[in-house]
């Protein structure tokens, strides 16, 4: 490596096998591409809160589904995890985003973030209010880091040309 120096500020990212690197521990050897320099005005902890989610969604929004301005993006647990994230970023790509989230407080949040719509899903059925926003046609691209069987029940919702892309991190 001769891009980076002891002491450079790096973050690290899964690029790599974790049987081949291992990294639960207070140092750690990891191959080049899984790491990248990041700007002094973050600290350590801001840094990996940064990268990852926007990586995610790069990657599953770009990469995976290949997604098009003026498609539809259902973000699910939108408030949680890298959720605000993805909905920044797909608002940024021209998407037309649908947050769902279970927090009520969170509605205005959402739509400062960029959601074009926010399903409350303690309040609001999932599938039927997406099918309404949506006059049926069921949107695009899934974002959802919840897996399990609500897949199952989204899958419904997804256009016939739609593509999911889910998250295990």
């Not at 120096?5 to 191959?31: Q, T």
Request: hydrophobic share 40%; glycine share 8%; charged share 25%.
């Amino acid at each position: 490596v001769d891009d980076l120096a002891v002491g450079d500020r790096v973050a690290s990212f899964p690029a790599h096998s974790a049987n081949h690197y291992p990294g639960y521990a207070e140092e750690v050897v990891l191959p080049r591409q899984a790491l990248h320099r990041y700007p002094r005005q973050l600290s350590a902890l801001e840094a990996c809160g940064h990268y990852l989610p926007a990586l995610t969604g790069w990657f599953g929004l770009i990469e995976l589904a290949q997604l098009v301005p003026g498609e539809s993006v259902l973000v699910t647990d939108a408030s949680q995890c890298w959720g605000p994230t993805i909905v920044q970023l797909a608002k940024a790509l021209g998407a037309r985003v649908i947050a769902a989230t279970e927090l009520g407080e969170d509605r205005d949040y959402l739509r400062e973030l960029g959601a074009d719509q926010v399903i409350l899903t303690e309040e609001q059925d999932l599938v039927t209010r997406i099918s309404q926003l949506t006059d049926g046609r069921g949107v695009e691209v899934v974002m959802d880091a919840l897996g399990g069987p609500q897949m199952s029940l989204l899958r419904s919702e997804e256009r016939r040309v739609g593509k999911e892309c889910r998250s295990r991190w």
